[in-house]
């Protein structure tokens, strides 16, 4: 069967693993309504449920539609409090958010010099754009000090999370 792209090993990386406390960064954090820089300490401390940090490709990529629409249609802000993390800029985000009617449930991290993700590890170079280097896909389940319940981390790409399996953590 020919998929239209190929399916590429992304190699090893080095992610912060369960149990640890996932790194903090303060990015622009993107609702259906504004901005502004907010750092993920603050979103767990102030949530009474899991964080569910979701690292994901550019917007408008076919695995970013993919995994948010997945998302949405599972209904994890029912039991969580979930924030994407992309290289895409803000007005991406809104974009992103309105297409995929999640923004009154869901917020989007901005860092398009994808430093939060080499900082957890999981930088990868975007395949046919040179010196562009973005997230691989990742879950992290965080509690409200950002210790790390559930990790997942893409080995290949395009891959998706096991949706059941973040759920169970939920």
């Known amino acids: ?22 790194p903090d960064f303060t990015r622009p954090l993107v609702n259906d309504e504004y901005w502004e820089d907010v750092a993920l300490s603050a979103v767990c401390a102030e949530s009474d449920d899991p964080v569910v940090l979701v690292f994901h490709p550019m917007d408008g990529a076919f695995p970013a539609t993919y995994v948010w629409n997945e998302i949405r249609d599972r209904g994890w802000h029912e039991s969580a409090t979930v924030v ?24 989007l991290y901005s860092d398009p010099g994808n430093g939060v993700a080499q900082e957890y590890g999981i930088a990868m170079d975007t395949d046919g754009m040179a010196g562009i280097e973005e997230p691989r896909p990742a879950v992290f389940v965080l509690d409200d000090d950002r210790t790390i319940e559930y990790a997942w981390v893409g080995q290949q790409w395009p891959s998706f999370p096991d949706y059941d399996t973040v759920e169970a953590q939920l």
């Open 1 to 22: 069967m020919d998929l239209g792209f190929d399916i590429v090993d992304l190699g090893a990386a080095d992610p912060p693993a369960e149990g640890e406390q996932a």
């Open 84 to 107: 994407g993390l992309s290289i895409s800029t803000p007005y991406a985000h809104k974009d992103l958010l309105d297409e995929r009617s999640i923004g009154g449930d869901y917020r």
